[in-house]
């Protein structure tokens, strides 16, 4: 094992936790928060991020002058990079995922190298609705997937979320409770294994039989 091996081996694993809401009182601002705590029970290090950071102005080609990035877009890609992976938590917003956490990756993905590229995610979601919120999940799975994000498969999503959390901000039902857990911890050994194994390298193009063309490339 060389030293850089080693020195990998013994730092925890770091994880950028958010939620995509501004709301003060959002539902996605606590389960990413009651993340944060499962995570470092289980020997992770998290960095937790507010959406305040990340926000950008609407994206417009034409404000990338002399390749201009918002301040959010700078502060969104460095998180990505100084963690092992990224945790969003994510309200529904007609079905989809809202305009402002898309706009963000939009904004991100126009860096090179492109930070989103071989990196892991984990999803989740919470809503007062009985769908908890999944189908936002699908919909920010494809950008994330498309730039190269490793996905995790499993995704967690708390329904009727306004009745979920105990006082103390946990999941008061307990099988749920446990499932969040168990999905977290899955996630965390997965990202563990993938940081000591980085041969796992991913060929980046959408697909795989596209014609090679600056114009269509989004990694360097
Ligand atoms: C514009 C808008 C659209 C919404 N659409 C959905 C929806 O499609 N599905 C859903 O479960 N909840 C929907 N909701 C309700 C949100 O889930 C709810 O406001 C939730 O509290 C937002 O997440 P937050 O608490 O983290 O801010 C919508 C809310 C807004 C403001």
């Known amino acids: 094992m060389n030293q850089e091996q080693q020195n990998n081996q013994q730092q925890p694993t770091r994880f950028l936790v958010f939620s995509a809401s501004l709301r003060n009182d959002s539902f996605n601002t606590r389960l990413a928060k009651l993340a944060t705590q499962v995570i470092e029970k289980n020997g992770g290090k998290v960095d937790y991020a507010n959406m305040k950071e990340f926000d950008c102005p609407s994206f417009n080609q034409d404000l990338e002058i002399n390749d201009a990035h918002p301040v959010g877009a700078e502060e969104f890609r460095n998180r990505i990079l100084a ?11 007609n079905g989809s995922m809202p305009g402002l956490i898309k706009n963000a990756i939009d904004w991100v993905s126009r860096f090179r190298p492109q930070p989103f590229n071989e990196h892991h995610a984990l999803l989740m979601s919470a809503s007062p609705s009985m769908g908890g919120g999944n189908k936002a999940l699908w919909s920010l799975r494809m950008p994330l997937e498309h730039l190269g994000a490793r996905v995790f498969p499993d995704m967690f999503s708390l329904a009727t979320a306004h009745k979920a ?3 103390e901000g946990k999941i008061s039902d307990e099988t749920l409770s446990k499932r969040f ?3 977290l911890v899955a996630f965390m ?3 563990e294994a993938a940081k000591h194994y980085p041969c796992m390298k991913k060929a980046w193009v959408e697909f795989l039989g ?6 269509t490339e989004r990694v360097e």
């Open 83 to 93: 963690n092992d992976a990224f945790i969003i938590s994510s309200p529904e917003y």
């Open 210 to 215: 596209e014609q090679p063309d600056p114009i």
């Open 189 to 191: 050994q997965l990202v």
């Open 165 to 167: 959390f105990t006082p």
């Open 181 to 183: 857990e168990t999905n």
